[in-house]
């Protein structure tokens, strides 16, 4: 047995709340308050910080997760640049936002990937491949972001990128979205290391984004919502 096979330590029937194996600290996931930030999700769907990752000699996981107010968003990140999308694949329903500030505001990346998962060959089977059980048995399915989804990620830019340098990852960016810009333009939002929680709303705004074309064919980023989990 490894100590990521150990989820919560007992003496007796006292629970512990830190044990060692050798010099590695064992956490039981009680000890993580879990607030605004980035974290590691485990395999038991615990959430842990990067540096409690890290001690406990990177046990496997599921991905990097980022929660915001009532927002829980996970990056599987062992499947970035797996697979690509071609933006038209999303259909032309969805709501125009025009401006940043409207951009900023959609938060439904999942409700706009809706026609894609009816719709497009390509997306079914990446949906299917990358699809999460969650611990209530449920299947839990890949999207993309939307513009605003991808505002929280880089309003986190600097601890999220300690996380994806932790695990190996390199700079990520840019981040497509699932937002549209118009009848045939996508959102994507740089998402830039030196930004972080403390960043002022005002200068999250002013940032630069950008405009693509649908006719581009992009990287998927995995992203799934756990907001209702």
Not at 76 to 104: H, P, W
Not at 124 to 139: C, H, S, V, Y
Request: glycine share 6%; hydrophobic share 35%.
């Amino acid at each position: 047995m490894t100590n990521k096979d150990i989820k919560n330590a007992y003496i007796g029937t006292t629970e512990v709340k830190a044990m060692y194996l050798g010099s590695t600290k064992v956490w039981s996931k009680e000890q993580v308050e879990v607030t605004d930030g980035v974290y590691i999700m485990l395999n038991d769907w615990s959430f842990v910080t990067v540096d409690q990752w890290k001690n406990a000699n990177r046990p496997d996981n599921l991905g990097i997760a980022i929660i915001y107010g009532d927002k829980k968003l996970l990056l599987d990140y062992k499947n970035i640049d797996q697979y690509s999308l071609r933006l038209y694949d999303f259909g032309t329903e969805m709501t125009v936002a025009y401006s940043d500030t409207d951009a900023l505001k959609d938060l439904n990346g999942f409700q706009n990937c809706t026609y894609a998962f009816a719709n497009s060959p390509s997306f079914q089977e990446i949906a299917i491949n990358l699809k999460l059980t969650t611990p209530n048995n449920e299947d839990l399915f890949p999207h993309v972001l939307s513009f605003g989804e991808a505002a929280i990620l880089q309003r986190f830019g600097k601890d999220f990128y300690k996380a994806l340098r932790a695990v190996g990852r390199i700079r990520y960016n840019p981040f497509w979205t699932s937002t549209r810009a118009g009848y045939d333009e996508f959102w994507y939002i740089d998402s830039l290391e030196h930004v972080n929680a403390n960043t002022p709303e005002d200068i999250l705004q002013n940032m630069l984004y950008y405009k693509g074309s649908q006719e581009k064919t992009v990287n998927f980023l995995p992203i799934f919502d756990l907001s209702n989990q």
